[in-house]
Nanobody
């Protein structure tokens, strides 16, 4: 089992920045893919960004150039730096950990972009 605890969400004005963190604990494997997904009200959960244990990154087109995903393997933590935030970035952001067929989710953290 893997437990994921997210932090860093909140309310920010358009154009502002937030940094999300997700700490993983439990049966952590050195080879894994961690990532961030988001779900806005009335919409399906969607990919934001993923990063492999070898630091290969993948981003949704909607966040490229604004968001940066990183990870600290020694701390089993993944981060999402979000800059130039837009109202359409408002959603619950979920952390995800994948090791082959095993997938785990965090409880989610709310990000609201509004003036």
């Amino acid at each position: 089992q893997v437990q994921l605890v997210e932090s860093g969400g909140g309310l920010v004005q358009p154009g502002g920045s937030l940094r999300l963190s997700c700490a993983a604990s439990g049966s952590i494997f050195s080879i894994s893919v961690m990532g961030w997904y988001r779900q806005a009200p009335g919409k399906q959960r969607e990919l934001v960004a993923t990063i492999t244990s070898s630091n290969m990154r993948n981003y949704a087109d909607s966040v490229k150039g604004r968001f940066t995903i990183s990870r600290d393997n020694a701390k089993n933590t993944v981060y999402l730096q979000m800059n130039s935030l837009k109202p359409e970035d408002t959603a619950v952001y979920y952390c995800n950990y994948n090791h082959y067929s095993d997938s785990y989710w965090g409880q989610g953290t709310q990000v609201t972009v509004s003036s």
